[in-house]
């Protein structure tokens, strides 16, 4: 199946490692153009040298308010303009309500939230027709996952701003999708499972409780988010896609 991605460009925030970079790998590979970025200067230098001359590394921290303007500039520098983005950032803390501290609260909002809104409205400013604003969200958008609090706080407040921007752009031909992961076997993943006592039981315990018994592959989540993003998914929007196999337990 073409996906109809050759040559089209997309933004991919937090694409050095873990999901981020597993949706930048898989839509290079389908012939796209792929503007890296991460905190580490040398961390994205090295992913983009590694990902080959259709890759363009920029290092940014999404909660910096000039996020999303460099990150443009780049892609049309680079690239001559661009046709989507996926917003993927770090998840926040672990940790119970009595647990997260102010400091950790406010640090999270900057980053996972009010970044994400920054880079959305500017994408939103600059895109035409055929334009796609994805983010990378998780399966506590239907269910809070015990431990993680501010997750669970933040990103289904994410899941509305992605319903509400694809109601205002439908009429402007801009999809907005949400992509869900559930435990997919990222560092992400492995370092909470080691904050339990037990990793290996922790895992083993998770594993059962989803029905394909396994942690996803970081690159299954990358096939389905490249999808999202590409031509081949051009009447989907709005829509929270879960990639956790089978785990969440509701239609």
């Not at 892609?75 to 303009?81: I, K, L, S, W």
């Not at 809070?144 to 407040?157: E, V």
């Amino acid at each position: 199946m073409d996906l109809g991605l050759k040559d089209r460009v997309y933004i991919v925030t937090g694409s050095t490692r873990g999901l981020g970079n597993a949706t930048a790998r898989e839509l290079l590979a389908d012939g796209a153009k792929v503007v890296v970025t991460g905190r580490d200067e040398q961390r994205v230098a090295e992913v983009a040298a590694e990902l080959g001359p259709d890759a363009y590394g920029v290092a940014v921290d999404n909660a910096d308010p000039e996020a999303a303007a460099r990150l443009i500039g780049a892609a049309r520098d680079r690239f001559g303009g661009f046709d989507g983005i996926l917003i993927s950032v770090g998840g926040p803390p672990a940790g119970f309500v009595a647990d997260n501290t102010d400091e950790q609260w406010q640090s999270a909002f900057e980053s996972v939230f009010l970044g994400a809104v920054r880079l959305a409205r500017a994408a939103a400013a600059e895109l035409d027709a055929g334009g796609v604003i994805g983010f990378v969200l998780s399966g506590s958008v239907y269910e809070p996952i015990p431990g993680l609090t501010i997750s669970n706080g933040l990103r289904p407040g994410l899941a509305g701003l992605a319903k509400s921007l694809s109601d205002e752009l439908g009429p402007r031909g801009i999809r907005v999708v949400g992509v869900l992961p559930g435990r997919i076997d990222t560092d992400r993943v492995r370092q909470l499972d080691a904050l339990s006592a037990d990793p290996e039981a922790t895992r083993a315990a998770s594993e059962s409780r989803i029905p394909l018994r396994r942690y996803g592959a970081p690159e299954e989540f990358g096939r389905t988010a490249a999808f999202l993003l590409s031509p081949a998914a051009s009447y989907l929007t709005g829509v929270m896609v879960p990639v956790d196999g089978g785990a969440r337990h509701g239609f």
